[in-house]
């Protein structure tokens, strides 16, 4: 069996002495980032990710991806126990995790959230294993209008799934693009957009970018709005181990919420956050007794933490597969792999079998600790509330200094980064969403790079891409999705729904 | 007048409209090409026209739906944050590591305005230290710890 010899080159990497520690530092890193609202996921893979050059890719990988499914276990004990989402994908958790937790049933709720969160994280990596191998083989049929059609697809995913309106989304997308094609174009040599600056001939560092963006823009947004907003009481837990009761009568939601998860986690545009919002909503209109949604039922915690972490497993699939990111950090880990000089796209998978299997596998023991180190240790976690953002931020700031300092060893990089820490600022400011922006600027060259390969073999017909039927089928579901967004009806709905995050 | 000038619709259509001409001029120097054979400046410029366009939609529909106003802006801990990064880079290689976090985190304290002097010189030295041992020590980065005379 193919799957089996797989697997076994996955486990002959993931559990490595050196593979383990990376996974363990990067499940503690994650859970730790996921518990202190202010601080994020993306935040913490962008700090982190100038420092993982220096290990070899898997372990760069492994440890990445385990600070973004860590981060989905560590935000829903906050919410449980302060009704302070710690995460964006874990605000639904706050509805009814909170209000267990001021009915004395804390313990129970993050027990669950854990269980379920594993449980959905093992359905999920045997997702990734069945569906990553087929999805390569046929994405490697795909010339460059397929590809050009994906990453439009792909691109206007990740527009319907942001916040606030569409025509800016596309605009962020676009610039995104544009900042992507900065430096020395490929076919002519020419510098395009260096403004006479030599530090900008490969182009505006990555790394800079996002840690701009995600890092230090954010900073100066939490730092406008006067005073803290302290973690108030904080719940008492008792004991964690949900009863043999409360695990049946959760499971199906954890069942629904994986499924759920799974799926959402795949599509381009989703990932853990939206994951969990369709749970919640799925589960108020179809569980059985409904009765007590919004009032501390246990159902509410268990499907959407189920959910969050299956998607952000799942959203790895089209990375790994297509090369396509799906949401800002998965657009990091591309662009780790790109750092590492290993082209993202579906002949990872045979190029470097053990980086990929390895990674896969590693995210299965990385649940497994992760429970672990939920489960017994949270009250550890609940000390760390107490630390204020503002002994928190000058860590970040310096952090970012070292990171795109080091990246290079370019003090120009660093500018770059002050620069796009005021442009991040004024995005946030008018509401303009920086992740279809990271999305963007990851697939710039690529699109263009496909989309010229693409008329040069039709002789300059732009007639191409409608031509090709796999390519056509991108673009109409791009066009429907487009569509959709734009009918009054869907846009009131999605407004509620994005609203609520 | 008075709510255009408030809309954060208006000012992000302004920010693209700027971005998409400066895309255009810039590119404008460089070889267009055939749509057969595109030349260095064919796609900035096709996505530059895209994102005027998209620009151009923002501001007019500003006119006529009155969107979300700008909430204020408290300019002064981006201003002070960028300042410590800036000075980050200035002191970065010639005065090392220790001496650019210190100075780095004081000004960045002073964005945060909440910390005593105390607290700021503890949080300074202790992640100057942190620094020190993870990034030069652990991860063996090449960063020059002490300044160069």
Excluded at chain 1, 110 to 128: D, E, K, N, R
Excluded at chain 2, 19 to 42: D, E, Q, R, W
Excluded at chain 2, 59 to 79: C, D, N, Q, T, W
């Amino acid at each position: 069996m193919d799957l089996f010899h797989n697997l076994g080159v996955g486990f002959g990497v993931a559990l490595t002495v050196g593979n383990l520690l990376y996974c363990f530092i990067g499940v503690l890193l994650g859970t730790l980032v996921g518990v202190l609202p202010g601080i994020g996921p993306v935040t913490t893979v962008a700090m982190l990710l100038p420092f993982s050059f220096t290990l070899p890719p898997e372990s760069a990988l492994i440890m990445l991806a385990g600070i973004y499914y860590g981060a989905q276990y560590g935000g829903s004990t906050t919410a449980i126990l302060v009704n302070i989402p710690g995460e964006a994908s874990s605000v639904v958790t706050t509805i009814d995790g909170h209000k267990m937790a001021r009915a004395g049933r804390a313990g129970p709720a993050l027990g669950i959230a854990a269980l379920g969160s594993f449980f959905a994280g093992c359905v999920a990596t045997v997702l990734i294993t069945m569906a990553a191998p087929p999805l390569a083989m046929i994405a490697l049929q795909f010339g460059p209008a397929e590809y050009f059609s994906l990453m439009v697809c792909g691109l206007v995913a990740a527009v319907v799934l942001a916040r606030g309106s569409v025509v800016k989304a596309i605009g962020m997308v676009i610039l995104g693009l544009l900042f992507g094609l900065v430096g020395t174009d490929v076919n002519s040599g020419v510098r395009r957009f260096d403004f006479g600056f030599t530090g900008l001939a490969d182009g505006i560092e990555f790394v800079a970018l996002s840690m701009a963006l995600y890092g230090l823009s954010e900073i100066a947004v939490n730092l406008e709005k006067n005073g803290e907003d302290e973690a108030g009481e904080v719940a008492h837990i008792g004991n964690v181990w949900p009863s043999w009761a409360d695990i049946r009568y959760c499971f199906p939601s954890i069942l629904r919420g994986t499924g759920l998860g799974s799926i959402l986690g795949v599509l381009p545009g989703g990932g853990a956050l939206i994951a969990a919002f369709a749970a919640y909503t799925l589960e108020k209109k179809i569980a059985k007794p409904p009765r007590r949604f919004g009032d501390g039922d246990i159902r509410g915690v268990a499907a959407p933490e189920s959910a969050n972490n299956a998607g952000a497993q799942t959203s790895f699939i089209p990375m790994l597969t297509l090369g396509i990111p799906s949401n800002p950090t998965m657009a990091m880990m591309i662009g780790a792999m790109m750092i590492h000089g290993i082209s993202p796209g579906p002949r990872v998978m045979t190029e470097r079998p053990t980086l990929f299997w390895g990674l896969i596998v590693s995210m299965w023991i990385g649940n497994l600790m992760l429970v672990v180190l939920n489960l017994p240790l949270v009250g550890m976690w609940v000390k760390l509330l107490r630390i204020p953002y503002r002994m928190l931020f000058p860590a970040i700031v310096i952090f970012c200094c070292i990171g795109a300092y080091t990246v290079n060893s370019s003090v120009f990089d660093i500018y770059v980064m002050a620069f796009f820490a005021i442009f991040g600022y004024l995005c946030i400011k008018l509401d303009c969403e920086p992740a279809p922006l990271i999305l963007g600027f990851v697939l710039g060259p690529m699109l263009e790079e496909n989309f010229r390969r693409a008329m040069l073999i039709s002789r300059g017909s732009a007639m191409v891409f409608l031509q090709e039927p796999i390519s056509l089928a991108f673009l109409i579901a791009a066009a429907a999705l487009l569509i959709v967004v734009a009918m009054p009806a869907i846009r009131a709905k999605r407004e509620v729904a994005l609203q609520e995050e | 007048m008075q709510n255009l000038l408030r809309s954060k619709d208006f000012w992000s259509g302004i920010m693209f409209l700027a971005f998409a001409l400066t895309g255009i001029v810039v590119a404008h120097g460089y070889a267009m090409g055939t749509s057969n054979k595109m030349g260095p400046g064919y796609f900035p410029v096709a996505l530059s026209l895209i994102l005027g366009a998209l620009g151009l939609v923002l501001v007019v529909r500003a006119f006529f739906i009155e969107g979300e106003a700008l909430s204020r802006f408290r300019l002064l801990p981006l201003i002070l944050m960028t300042i410590g990064v800036v000075v980050f880079g200035f002191t970065i290689e010639q005065y090392g590591l220790v001496v650019a976090t210190v100075l780095t985190i004081v000004i960045a304290c002073l964005a945060g305005r909440e910390s005593g002097w105390i607290e700021v010189a503890l949080i300074a030295f202790g992640l100057a230290a942190f620094s020190v041992i993870v990034f030069h020590t652990l991860l063996m980065l090449p960063l020059q710890v002490w300044p160069d005379f």
